[in-house]
T-cell receptor, first 110, second 118 residues
Framework: GQNIDQPTEMTATEGAIVQINCTYQ??????LFWYQQHAGEAPTFLSYNVLDGLEEKGRFSSFLSRSKGYSYLLLKELQMKDSASYLC???????????FGRGTSLIVHP | GAVVSQHPSWVICKSGTSVKIECRSL??????MFWYRQFPKQSLMLMAT?????????EQGVEKDKFLINHASLTLSTLTVTSAHPEDSSFYICSARVNRGQGNQPQHFGDGTRLSIL
């Protein structure tokens, strides 16, 4: 199986930068996804990493280190609408179906 | 592109009722769709993988007779919760993956169905 660990909750100030970490233990790693989920809504795709390094997409960036089993999602210039749960999902073992972590609830305050 | 529509959004019904949830891929074909259940502040738990034209693949611990899945076309999968009870109350979400290439294709999620059994 896979073991995916994320902090349960984080708070940050509007306009600031926040980094949400995700660590995983798995065999046959085959990609990591980040999704954003607002309360009561379905997840929306943010990023995908399969090689080591940083992928930048506007205010959001995602980093992966396969040797360390570690990823982070970096959110810059935080806005109130960024308050949501951020889900890390790992694909491994030859399956194209990712396993989701519990998610990190991010609260952005003025 | 890659829009997934899920219906209904909310269901409130009495214990013992069977509830059908539809999941449609609106602008792409999906031979495979996925059904998840999510309890408050918990992760998405995969219930089953729905395969067009064949039987669904259920995850361990998910009752096949309780959660009936039908995937009759390339754009529609349905989940029927049979004889629902209060413990079945949850947020049910479907997703689909574009049938093109592999690797970095993400899953596209429907808006979810909040099921409340009284």
């Amino acid at each position: 199986g896979q073991n995916i660990d994320q902090p349960t909750e984080m708070t940050a100030t509007e306009g600031a930068i926040v980094q949400i970490n995700c660590t995983y233990q798995t065999s046959g790693f085959n990609g990591l996804f980040w999704y954003q989920q607002h309360a009561g809504e379905a997840p929306t795709f943010l990023s995908y990493n399969v090689l080591d390094g940083l992928e930048e997409k506007g205010r959001f960036s995602s980093f992966l280190s396969r040797s360390k089993g570690y990823s982070y999602l970096l959110l810059k210039e935080l806005q109130m609408k960024d308050s949501a749960s951020y889900l890390c999902a790992v694909r491994a073992g030859g399956s194209y179906i990712p396993t989701f972590g519990r998610g990190t609830s991010l609260i952005v305050h003025p | 592109g890659a829009v997934v529509s899920q219906h209904p959004s909310w269901v409130i019904c009495k214990s013992g009722t069977s509830v059908k949830i539809e999941c449609r891929s609106l602008d792409f074909q999906a031979t495979t769709m996925f059904w998840y259940r999510q309890f408050p502040k918990q992760s998405l738990m995969l219930m089953a993988t729905s395969n067009e034209g064949s039987k669904a693949t259920y995850e361990q611990g998910v009752e096949k007779d309780k959660f009936l899945i039908n995937h009759a076309s390339l754009t529609l999968s349905t989940l029927t919760v049979t004889s629902a009870h209060p413990e079945d109350s949850s947020f049910y979400i479907c997703s689909a993956r574009v049938n093109r290439g592999q690797g970095n294709q993400p899953q596209h999620f429907g808006d979810g169905t909040r099921l409340s059994i009284l």
